[in-house]
């Protein structure tokens, strides 16, 4: 780019460039790399970003490492589509699952050669990184991860939280940062009241949110008391979002947390059989106003159960709709228009239970990531 052209002029017209372009403008000079590099042009590019779907599941000719299909959110879907290979250190995962994504990176956790791991990818700019867990010493733990990067600092954030349920309802909780490349304790900064989260998370602007339940009520007759937990990715506090009265007393298994672009949903399903589920948005974020928008019930023709995987952009869910065919069970993925009340078949079918969608952008975090306390790959 001319030298004639101001610097200012200069970094607008960059921060509107694609990723490939970037990727190749970082080799120009050491100042441009540093640029391109830092947290804030990361964090300013970012919010520029349309929004990619990242579909997992397995069919009958998949291993377990199952396919992952991104797809752009746009007028295109799900015409075209791009086929992502794997990081080696995600394909010798064992057990592995998607704790999260945050900031258009993707959080896997599994073992390697009998140590836990967590590997961090980002399919925009083919990096990774991996993280090895922390030794537990503890017997029979009950642990929980969750991820989420700071849209201030574009730092990502790991958290793993250990309840002991079995001798008391107290907890522990360590956070790691790329940044630091350091476990370290968050003792000052844990919930004050009992609680027992479930998977999935969602993260929304800065926080991470998670379904809970009050442990103290399971075995009483004390009805429930759900509601979800969040957590301030940066500033590191915990705090609770309490849930209307219809909601909070469920059982925990009819509620799943997800998020319609940067909006929280609270998915709300009939029963365990999962027949239908309502959608609640919760809005206004200060008083946390709960609306139930609509409701996705099974088509009448497909027999099992349904299941909301993910929204596009737009709010129209993504789901799997379960039936029994000819001698074995598939899941097929679908989007579901609510103002007509009917399904879009996407023409992908799998194993039951094996279909995950998480929305993401396209974002440079990692890109100058050193090997720095963790282990580093470029995919070929």
């Known amino acids: 780019m001319s030298d004639e052209i101001p610097f200012h002029i200069q970094e607008l017209i960059i921060k509107r460039l694609p990723i490939v372009s970037l990727l190749q403008f970082r080799s120009v000079s050491k100042t441009w790399k540093s640029w391109i590099d830092s947290s804030n042009f990361i964090a300013a590019h970012s919010v520029t970003e349309s929004q990619h779907l990242l579909i997992r599941y397995e069919d009958k000719e998949s291993d377990t490492v199952g396919k992952y299909l991104s797809f752009p959110d746009d007028d295109t879907f799900p015409h075209q589509r791009f086929v992502h290979t794997l990081p080696h250190a995600i394909k010798l995962l064992k057990n592995a699952n998607i704790v999260g994504s945050s900031l258009g990176l993707f959080c896997f956790h599994g073992y390697n050669l009998g140590m836990e791991m967590v590997v961090l990818w980002n399919p925009s700019i083919r990096k990774s990184i991996t993280v090895p867990m922390p030794n537990k010493f503890n017997l029979d733990p009950e642990t929980n991860l969750c991820f989420g990067v700071s849209p201030v600092t574009t730092d990502p954030k790991i958290v793993e939280i250990t309840q002991f349920h079995k001798t008391s309802y107290h907890c522990e909780a360590n956070v790691y940062t790329v940044s630091s490349g350091n476990w370290r304790n968050l003792s000052n900064n844990l919930p004050s009241k009992p609680f027992r989260i479930f998977w999935p998370q969602v993260v929304v602007d800065r926080f991470i949110y998670w379904c809970a339940f009050d442990p103290m009520n399971v075995d009483s007759e004390l009805p429930n008391h759900n509601f979800i937990m969040s957590f301030d990715i940066t500033n590191e506090s915990f705090g609770v979002v309490e849930l209307p009265d219809s909601l909070r007393r469920h059982s925990p298994k009819q509620l799943c947390i997800s998020k319609v672009r940067e909006s929280l949903v609270l998915l709300e399903y009939d029963s365990y ?9 919760i809005e206004n974020a200060v008083e946390k106003s709960f609306t139930k928008r609509f409701t996705v019930e099974a088509p009448h023709y497909w027999s099992m159960s349904i299941t909301t995987l993910g929204f596009r952009k737009k709010g129209k869910p993504i789901v799997e709709v379960e039936n029994a065919h000819m001698c074995y069970e ?27 969608v998480h929305s993401y952008i396209e974002t440079l975090v990692l890109i100058g990531q050193s090997d720095r306390n963790i282990k580093v790959e470029d995919d070929v």
């Open 273 to 281: 059989h999962k027949r239908a589920c309502s959608v609640w948005m």
């Open 330 to 356: 598939q899941g097929a993925l679908m989007v579901y228009e609510p103002n007509i009340e009917c399904f879009k078949y996407l023409g992908m079918y799998g194993k039951p239970g094996t279909f995950f």
